[in-house]
């Protein structure tokens, strides 16, 4: 393995190793995966699938994703590639070989349109404060400010080597942007609300019959807030039901702070994707 975690079984090791041995800028790769595959792996996965709602919450930007077709038809497979290319270059690195390769495979995918710079920064903003967000509402431990600033600085370079242009020069900068940046343009669309309904389908098909789908789909909403929901169109649940859900997930926090650290990590490029079943190729993934 690339990035080898401490050997201390202490619940707060990868945090102890970051703080005292590795820093933000120089071992970004590092602290990213140490965090994202062993402190925060379920966290960091939920956040990403907020990430994406986000993106559907920019009206500008969903008639395309509509004319492509890739999220309505084939939402599975879109969700499953996607996921693969990034967890492909986080766990190996942008810089090894399938981390390389998953970068020219995105980079194709995305020449194939014409996408405004300023939706690329906001897309990429999102993979940076979704996760810090989600962490502090429901986190086990808090992020340190070495966590923060080192996952600004992966996305980053990842950002750079997806050739996005002005990407703001601090944590802090971005943030701004991603805020300013939503204020201005989270607009409903009906396109926006078609997008976040498949979405959210397909994440209740993973856990729930279709049966409890209506159940399910308010927990989801639950975690959304307000000016999201209004952008995709989605109903406001009501306040009690979001606050047993809000209660229900910070409940985690002293279950998992009493269990050891987890000893392996958990990698997505390794676990059996729902759309290759036997495997995949990185060449492989993405349109056709």
């Given at each position: 393995m690339r990035w080898a975690p401490p050997e201390s079984r202490s619940r707060y090791a990868i945090r102890d190793h970051i703080e005292a041995n590795l820093d933000p800028v120089k071992d970004h790769q590092e602290i990213a995966f140490l965090t994202t595959c062993y402190d925060f792996p379920w966290d960091t996965q939920r956040a990403l699938e907020l990430a994406l709602l986000r993106v559907f919450g920019i009206a500008k930007g969903t008639p395309l994703l509509v004319q492509t077709g890739e999220l309505l038809q084939r939402t599975q497979k879109r969700y499953d590639d996607t996921t693969l290319i990034l967890s492909e270059i986080l766990e190996n690195g942008y810089d090894s070989e399938r981390g390389r390769a998953a970068l020219r495979r995105m980079n194709q995918q995305h020449r194939r349109y014409t996408i405004p710079n300023d939706e690329y920064l906001h897309t990429l903003s999102t993979f940076i404060f979704e996760p810090v967000r989600w962490n502090e509402r429901f986190g086990w431990r808090p992020l340190t400010r070495k966590e923060k600033l080192a996952g600004y600085h992966y996305w980053k370079q990842v950002g750079t080597l997806m050739n996005i242009r002005d990407i703001p020069p601090s944590f802090e900068a971005f943030e701004r942007f991603?805020?300013?940046?939503?204020?201005?343009?989270?607009?409903?669309?009906?396109?926006?609300?078609?997008?976040?309904v498949a979405t959210r389908d397909l994440m209740l098909g993973w856990v729930l019959p279709k049966a409890l789908w209506p159940l399910g789909a308010q927990v989801i909403h639950a975690l959304i807030d307000d000016p999201l929901l209004d952008a995709v169109g989605l109903p406001r649940p009501p306040p009690a039901l979001r606050r047993i859900v809000e209660a229900a997930l910070r409940a985690r926090g002293p279950l998992l702070r009493a269990m050891p650290r987890r000893r392996s990590p958990r990698l997505l490029t390794r676990m059996k994707s729902r759309t290759y079943p036997e495997g995949y190729r990185v060449e492989d993934l993405g349109a056709r």
């Open positions: 991603n805020l300013e940046y939503e204020a201005e343009h989270l607009r409903f669309s009906e396109n926006n609300h078609r997008l976040a």
